[in-house]
């Protein structure tokens, strides 16, 4: 059994990586702590928490309102255009069961970590901004953890908000340089394998076909709001009835790391040049300036297995 915490600003892609995870028989969701950037903290917890109600998942999930700022004290906006006005596709779900638990973001990281006593893994599909603060508050973050896995970065294709950087990265720029130097077991999953992991219309048609009856909601969900979604991709992509696949590759991989091929990286971010900020840098010298732990990126992934393994959990 996986014990997961997740780290999201709850837009469509998070949303499924999450009911996936509630779903899945080999992990334990710990916690779900919410940040800006698809929406803000407070919209993703309220999202996260009418997720955890429809999952049906059989157990009690705590939702924190995680930083709503970057570390740098910056606002960023939503993205309606991508998620919608609510960060779901303006998708109405039911009202949640329970509020939002009423503590620090940071001092609920640090505490999860030390219950599980390295084994929590932490998955971040959003900015690192409230990884970030837990660092300043606990140093020793990094060897608490058993492992950190990303949704971010672009190492090898260009970048989805400028040509050298992908959206969760350029979003706190200075939290990713500071949780890539501090140590972690990372696993940095990015545009280089979520940009070609497709989910389609045709695999919810014949997911529906074998849908689980405490997966109807659930996956009555993820269609509709992967509707708005799919809209955005054959705007912007000229994707017919299909789109990315971010955030779920990040828990899929968190799950089963055979599922994809690494390269490992020592690596820092970008964030005081404004034209260059998000960017990953990299040193592969024979004696590098980088003397902090490396990192795995994945370069390729099992993308049919991936997809495949993302829908069975709903399927009986």
Do not use: W
């Not at 997720?51 to 939503?78: R, T, W």
């Not at 109405?92 to 219950?115: G, R």
């Not at 991989?253 to 690494?262: M, S, V």
Request: glycine residues 8%; charged residues 25%; aromatic residues 8%.
């Amino acid at each position: 059994m996986k014990h997961i915490l997740i780290d999201a600003d709850t837009g469509i892609d998070d949303s499924v990586a999450i009911l996936y995870a509630l779903k899945s028989p080999n992990i334990h969701v710990e916690g779900i702590v919410t940040c800006f950037g698809n929406s803000g903290a407070v919209q993703s917890a309220d999202n996260s928490l009418r997720l955890v109600k429809i999952s049906h998942c059989g157990y009690h999930v705590p939702v924190v309102v995680g930083s709503n700022l970057s570390i740098d004290g910056e606002y960023e906006e939503g993205q309606p255009d991508i998620h919608g006005r609510n960060g779901i596709g303006n998708v109405q779900l039911p009202e949640p069961d329970y509020p939002a638990l009423d503590v620090d973001p940071s001092d609920f990281i640090i505490q999860k970590a030390k219950e599980l006593d390295g084994e929590l893994i932490i998955v971040s599909t959003g900015r690192m901004t409230n990884l970030a603060n837990a660092l300043m508050k606990e140093p020793k973050l990094p060897k608490m953890v058993k492992k950190l896995v990303s949704m971010g970065g672009s190492l090898h294709v260009p970048g989805n908000v400028s040509e050298h950087a992908e959206a969760n990265i350029y979003g706190d720029a200075r939290a990713a340089d500071m949780v890539m130097r501090a140590g972690f077991n990372m696993l940095l999953v990015g545009l280089d394998v979520t940009t070609k992991t497709f989910m389609t219309q045709e695999v919810i048609d014949k997911t529906r076909k074998h849908v689980r009856e405490d997966c109807v909601d659930s996956l009555n969900y993820i269609e509709q709001a992967l509707q708005f979604y799919f809209d955005f991709h054959r705007r912007g992509e000229g994707m017919l009835e299909k789109s990315f696949t971010h955030d779920p590759l990040a828990v899929l991989l968190a799950e089963d790391p055979t599922l994809g091929i690494y390269e490992m990286i020592r690596a820092s971010v970008e964030y005081k040049a404004e034209d260059y900020k998000g960017k990953i840098l990299t040193d592969f010298r024979f004696h590098p300036d980088y003397n902090h732990e490396a990192i795995a990126y994945c370069i390729q992934v099992n993308s049919d297995k991936a997809i495949r393994r993302l829908f069975s959990v709903f399927q009986k």
